[in-house]
Structures are given as C-alpha cells and as structure tokens.
C-alpha cells in the first residue's frame, strides 16, 4: 500500500510540471499534437526510469563506497546523456516520424532538468530501490499526463477565436498555469 501512495502521490500529487515546475521546456515545446506530445512522454518515461535505476545503482555502488558524492551531479548527467544518445538512436530506426516529430526536443531531454531532478530526488529523499523505481515511473508517468492533457487543450484552442494579443504562446502559458492551479487542488490529498 506504502508503494501506491507513493507512485499516486508522484504522478498527480506531485505533479514534475504542474507542481514541481520542472521539464517545462520540452512539456510547452512539444505540446502542439498530441501524437508527438505522447512519443516524447512515452521517451520520457523510459529515459527518466532507466537514468534512476542506474544513477541509483552508481551513487551507491560506487560514489558511496569511494567517497566520491561529491561527483554525483556530473556522473548523473553522463549518464542521462548517454540514455538520450540511446533513445534517440533507436527512434531514428524504429520510429523516424515520431523522431523528425520530437526535432531538437528529444535530444534536450539530456537537458530537460526533470530527469536529473528525479535522480537526484531519489537519493535526497533516501529511497530504498523499488521506492526509487515507483518513484521514478510515477514521476515520469505524471509527466506523460501533464504533456498529453496540455496537448489536447492547446489542440481546442487552436480552433477558438481568440483576441490577437492572446494567441500563440501567451494562451499556451495561461492554459499551463490554470492547469497548473487545477493541479493545485490536489495537494491535499492524503493516501
């Protein structure tokens, strides 16, 4: 029960873009389709739940037993990089419209500061493996959320007829933040 109320709590409560704000480059720059916005959720997921189980192995397989916690921030970050040079090559391969659809934004998931927010997240709040693991997955299953309901609403907007000032990016930043404050009101949730 201890590791649902956790992975609920990650995915809705704690919400990586509606109440963390982290990941919000990728969420407001793929969110244009919803096809394109659940790939590079989809991506997400993978990169974010595979970097933790590795960061988490390393940090203390590793960083711990050498006394090297010092070095955690740029090992975490090699090693995002090289799961996203991953990722990336095998929709190159497997999936090449998804890939031409997600440009310049998959590589930026190296970047995108919700996964090593999430990494780093795990080993602050002291985690055991299976809660890091349901944390990770919850996080970024939150984030899969987040980004295709975001994508569906830009999607209706589009076809609204809105005033000049607000069209483009200024309705896109409002509609995150109302859903943002819609998130909000599940903060006192308790499981």
Known sequence: MELVSL???SFIVNNIIFMQF?????????????????GMGIAVIFVITL?????????YAILVNLELEY?????????????????????????????????????????NCAVLGVAINNIIYEYNFVESLVYSVGISAGFLLAIV?????RDKVDYADLPESLKGSAISLITAGLMSVAFLGFSGLQL
């Open 149 to 153: 309901l975001f994508a569906g609403v």
């Open 71 to 111: 070095l955690q921030t740029i090992v975490f970050i090699l090693i995002i990089a090289a799961l996203v040079q991953f990722v990336e090559m095998f929709l190159k391969k497997s999936a090449p419209g998804l890939y031409q659809a997600l440009g310049i934004f998959l590589p930026l998931i190296t970047t």
């Open 7 to 9: 992975f609920i709590t």
């Open 51 to 59: 970097a933790s189980v590795i960061t988490y192995i390393i940090h």
């Open 22 to 38: 982290l990941g919000t480059c990728p969420f407001l720059g793929v969110s244009k389709k919803i096809d394109t916005a659940a």
